[in-house]
């Protein structure tokens, strides 16, 4: 086989690669004729009409929402939404988690729960992975079909619904049959909670969070 071969079949598999990620992109916010994009949970950029950041290009910025492009996909975001999955999925079997810390030392990530996007914050305070009432309808989750539970808060005890979610994925890493808590507090993101975390490994190098599969 040739460099050049080499090279090509290189190029190649680097492609199919790529292709097969999935991407999260949230519009956080809208700068003047410039939407303020988190992809992946790295750190935001705003991008301008005609400029891509990550692979996500920017067509249009008009009030409270933008049109981008991934792949040749056209999707409308709007800020206060959830995380958009654009992108194929690649099959889920993997075994390894890397978060990365925001500027305040909170782990964020993109992911999934039965096959709808999310953005999780990782709380090992939480015993459950832990989700508003707004969330769960949003993804078509019929929580009141669950088991009533009473809930303490600073302001007393509140009812809130433990139910069973038949996937959570974070990206090629996933797990089946999880319980979760379902509240009717306001709540921006998804909550990682212990019954998630503990089935890994957990190792913290400098601001990133390594997630190992124990079993």
């Not at 040749?72 to 099959?91: I, N, W």
């Not at 459950?128 to 808060?153: C, F, H, W």
Request: charged fraction near 20%.
């Amino acid at each position: 086989m040739t460099a050049l071969t080499r090279s090509l079949l290189a190029a190649i598999l680097l492609a199919l690669c790529c292709a097969a990620q999935a991407q999260s992109v949230v519009l956080t916010g809208v700068l003047g004729s410039k939407a303020l994009l988190l992809v992946d949970g790295k750190p935001p950029r705003s991008v301008g009409a005609g400029e891509s950041y990550l692979g996500v290009k920017v067509l249009s910025v008009a009030g409270d929402s933008a049109v981008v492009d991934v792949d040749g996909r056209r999707v409308t975001l709007r800020m206060g939404e959830s995380p958009t999955q654009v992108g194929a999925k690649g099959p889920a079997g993997g075994n390894r988690i890397v978060i990365t810390a925001d500027g305040q030392g909170h782990f964020f990530t993109p992911g999934r729960i039965n096959d709808q996007a999310m953005q999780f914050m990782v709380d090992t305070g939480a015993s459950y992975i832990s989700m508003s009432v707004a969330e769960a309808e949003r993804i078509g989750l019929d929580y009141k079909k669950g088991q009533p539970i009473n809930m303490g808060t600073a302001n007393g005890s509140v009812r809130g619904w433990r139910v069973r979610l038949s996937a959570v994925r974070i990206g090629d890493v996933q797990l089946t049959e999880l319980d979760a808590v379902v509240t009717p507090a306001s709540m921006p993101f998804v909550l990682l909670g212990n019954n998630f975390l503990t089935q890994f490994q957990m190792t913290r190098l400098d601001d990133q969070m390594v997630l190992e599969r124990r079993y």
